[in-house]
């Protein structure tokens, strides 16, 4: 709870974008990810970058919450490696 207003929940927001592109390009070796694959997961997290909540809306607020980040990882988790998995689910956890 914020002293001064409602409580934010920390989540990917729009301006993260650019960032979470490069963490999911960067990965090498077994955790190594296609362009067009992370492209894909961009388009899931850009469709998914709304304000949920009252606080959110109040404050105008656009994110990715965590239950929203899981979400994605469950549905791209039948196109990764475990590594993969464990990969995007690394970089979606340095963000929420």
Same mark, same amino acid.
């Given at each position: 709870?914020?002293?001064?207003?409602?409580? &934010?929940?920390?989540?990917?927001?729009k $301006?993260e974008?650019t960032?979470?592109?490069? +963490?999911l390009?960067?990965?090498?070796g %077994? !955790?190594k &990810?296609?362009?067009?694959?992370?492209? $894909?997961?961009?388009?899931?997290?850009?469709? +998914?970058v709304?304000?949920?909540?009252? %606080? !959110?809306r109040?404050?105008?607020?656009?994110?990715?919450?965590?239950?929203?980040?899981?979400?994605?990882?469950?549905?791209?988790?039948?196109?990764l490696?475990?590594?993969?998995?464990?990969?995007?689910?690394?970089?979606?956890?340095?963000?929420i």
């Amino acid at each position: 709870m914020s002293l001064f207003g409602p409580s &934010i929940p920390k989540g990917i927001t729009k $301006r993260e974008l650019t960032r979470l592109r490069g +963490a999911l390009l960067s990965g090498s070796g %077994a !955790e190594k &990810i296609s362009r067009p694959f992370v492209e $894909r997961i961009m388009e899931l997290v850009d469709m +998914a970058v709304d304000a949920d909540t009252y %606080a !959110e809306r109040a404050n105008n607020v656009e994110q990715v919450n965590a239950e929203e980040a899981a979400r994605i990882e469950k549905n791209i988790a039948d196109n990764l490696s475990p590594a993969q998995e464990a990969f995007v689910h690394r970089v979606f956890q340095e963000y929420i």
